[in-house]
């Protein structure tokens, strides 16, 4: 089955600093996301991205973060200047783009960052 | 009213045993309930959905029983096994567009040999 996929699966940056998570989601996808995992917690939407410009964002997602489909394949989240709290496990998914609130996701093995 | 919650929030159950897993609502707008797998180091991944127009889904040793007027949904997993070991999590569709989902808290399952 076809997989989306991360890189890289664990960064480690300094605070202020600014991080690029990548990901490459399955090649006839239409919809593409970022969800977060902060240790311990559940799993929460930051952003949806359709026809190269963001859908929904949500309180999460403030100025800090930006998205980008750079090229055909890759699905990037920029996170500017990073914060301790900002130490989650990163999460890239894409769906096929029905229409339906239904729509299933598939998502990364994700990428864990972590701000020091 | 956007929250699910889910219980418990582990769960240890032998071999050939049932897992049961709980979750609420309260936004009666809900309309999709799906209930995703995670394995240590992996995304979540779908196992099964339901939407509330039906009280049942089964899917092989996967069950989702769906109570509308309690606003409950649970997850039974028939005849556990070690390979069933994961985190289940609960989720509903925000009121958003597609792919905005609200994740329950998670609950870890044990099953043991």
């Given at each position: ?19 690029i998570l ?18 311990g917690?559940?799993?929460?939407f ?13 309180e ?18 920029k996170i ?25 996701l598939f ?5 864990q960052?972590?701000?020091? | ?18 897992s049961i ?22 995304g ?5 959905a339901?939407?509330?127009?039906v ?6 040793r996967?069950t ?12 039974h997993i ?6 069933d ?24 399952l044990?099953?043991?040999?």
């Amino acid at each position: 089955e076809p997989e989306v996929t991360q890189t890289p699966s664990h960064q480690v940056t300094q605070m202020g600093q600014e991080v690029i998570l990548r990901c490459v989601p399955i090649s006839n996808h239409l919809y593409f996301y970022w969800y977060r995992q902060i240790l311990g917690q559940k799993v929460e939407f930051l952003v949806s991205f359709y026809n190269n410009e963001i859908s929904e964002k949500s309180e999460i997602f403030d100025d800090q973060f930006s998205v980008e489909r750079p090229d055909g394949s890759n699905f990037t989240l920029k996170i500017r200047s990073t914060k301790l709290e900002d130490s989650a496990m990163y999460f890239c998914a894409s769906s096929r783009g029905t229409g339906h609130r239904d729509e299933k996701l598939f998502f990364g093995s994700g990428t864990q960052l972590s701000v020091l | 009213q956007q929250q699910v919650k889910q219980s418990p929030q582990s769960l240890i159950v032998q071999k050939g045993g049932i897992s049961i897993i709980n979750c609420a609502y309260e936004n009666t707008a809900f309309d999709y309930f799906p209930w995703y797998q995670q394995f240590p180091g992996k995304g979540p991944a779908l196992l099964i959905a339901i939407r509330p127009d039906v009280s049942e889904k089964k899917e092989g040793r996967f069950t989702i029983s769906f109570n509308k007027s309690a606003k409950q949904f649970s997850l039974h997993i028939m005849d556990s096994q070690p390979g069933d070991s994961a985190t289940y999590f609960c989720a509903a569709p925000s009121r958003g567009s597609q792919g905005n989902l609200i994740f329950g808290k998670g609950t870890k399952l044990s099953v043991k040999p």
